[in-house]
């Protein structure tokens, strides 16, 4: 341990065990993003073995921001009012116990139920970082920590895109899911391990969701800003990484090229999650990089949905990613700069809970607005202007430094 201190007067987080603890959780976060994308690059496959429609397919999807919905505000609160070590740990054994039932895979429910399993630990799982981080980071390393949290989720999705279609066809769908299953297990016991809150860390007997704290969470207008900025950019991602397959075969391109050119969104993004916040946390300002994240997710939209070129797609992907992505971590990091760390974890939950409203509506919307055309074209102009709408957004939003020194310790 070194002899930096904090603001507080508190010596206690530049001890080195803090990067095992983060990574002890980018480990079962990132598992959980995995698990959620497993089906995301085999949708057509997983229609035809089950003979079910391109909407019942896109359930084993679909449940996770309609179930985040209705246990983001409560796994919120219980990782501020239980700690983020039991609320993330139960989320990961419950994680891992539902992998076991994909295995039998003889029967979609069963592949749905696992995945309702899923979708009910993930909120529990996701919601902890922003309160570990401010546990265990000083409010300099805040964004690259949560950059590098956040990593752990891209590194998982890039998996569940880019692995999966290669494992059911070396294994079939019940080796592949046995191997996942697997690799779950192992993340939570990890998880176990290496994740401990941090005793020298200055404790508090308040937690975040007493009575009026949400209230006066949602209205506080520049986390509104944030929390609709989340509703817009998760929903982006979650409607271009749902659709990208369907998206892509249209223009001729392979279940297993769409599934690495999803996966190519998500290497541009692990680059993009740590250079992008350690820019940030660098010259000390959050709004130049949330404009530029949705000016340049706004720029590839179109050529790379509709593209037909898979090497130019390849390009395009990483470029969506390197930029799209770190808009978690800045989001993230403001959330908790603006409600301070002892309203952490329910300002994440609300953040997360709006992230995944904008998940169903997104991926809903896609589908209506496509109707009964052959191309995903009207998808991809919704999608834009959903970008257009976040844009502004990032123009009017303040910096929190600035937001702390109007509001002086509001919260």
Not at 55 to 62: D, N, R
Not at 121 to 149: R, V
Not at 349 to 367: K, Y
């Amino acid at each position: 341990m070194t002899s930096e201190k904090m603001s507080s007067g508190q010596i206690y987080t530049r001890r080195p065990g803090r990067w095992l603890v983060l990574i002890g959780y980018m480990l079962v976060a990132g598992v959980s993003q995995m698990l959620l994308l497993n089906f995301a690059p085999i949708l057509t496959r997983v229609q035809s073995k089950y003979n079910v429609t391109e909407m019942v397919a896109s359930l084993l999807i679909m449940v996770f921001p309609l179930l985040y919905l209705v246990f983001s505000l409560h796994a919120g609160s219980w990782v501020d009012k239980k700690g983020y070590k039991f609320t993330v740990g139960l989320g990961s054994v419950v994680m891992a116990l539902s992998t076991l039932f994909r295995i039998y895979d003889e029967s979609f429910y069963a592949l749905l139920i696992g995945q309702i399993g899923i979708a009910v630990a993930q909120p529990y799982i996701l919601n902890g970082i922003t309160k570990l981080i401010s546990d265990w980071f000083d409010g300099e390393q805040a964004a690259i920590a949560t950059g590098l949290g956040t990593m752990g989720l891209i590194i998982g999705m890039a998996v569940g895109l880019g692995v999966t279609p290669g494992l059911v066809e070396s294994f079939d769908m019940k080796g592949a899911m046995i191997i996942f299953s697997a690799i779950t297990f192992i993340a939570a016991i990890l998880f176990f391990v290496l994740v401990h809150p941090n005793s020298m860390a200055p404790k508090s007997n308040e937690v975040s969701m007493i009575k009026g704290a949400f209230g006066k969470l949602i209205r506080n207008k520049h986390l509104l800003l944030l929390f609709c900025m989340g509703f817009l950019g998760i929903g982006y991602y979650n409607g271009v990484t749902t659709w990208l397959e369907p998206m892509l075969a249209v223009q001729g391109i392979s279940s297993k090229d769409a599934g690495l050119i999803g996966a190519v969104i998500n290497i541009g993004g692990i680059f993009g999650a740590v250079i992008i916040p350690t820019l940030s946390d660098t010259i000390g300002k959050r709004k130049p990089f949330l404009i530029m994240c949705t000016l340049f997710a706004f720029a590839v939209t179109y050529p790379l949905c509709l593209g037909s070129n898979v090497k130019i797609l390849m390009v395009l992907a990483v470029a969506m990613g390197f930029f799209l992505l770190p808009l978690l971590a800045l989001l993230l990091a403001m959330t908790e700069e603006i409600a301070g760390a002892k309203f952490a974890g329910s300002a994440t939950g609300i953040l997360m809970f709006m992230g995944n409203a904008g998940a169903v509506f997104v991926i809903i919307l896609m589908e209506v607005v496509k109707g009964e055309a052959t191309t995903f074209i009207n998808s991809v102009y919704f999608l834009l202007a959903a970008l257009s709408i976040a844009i502004t957004i990032a123009f009017v939003s303040k910096e929190p430094k600035q937001i702390r020194q109007e509001e002086k310790g509001n919260f």
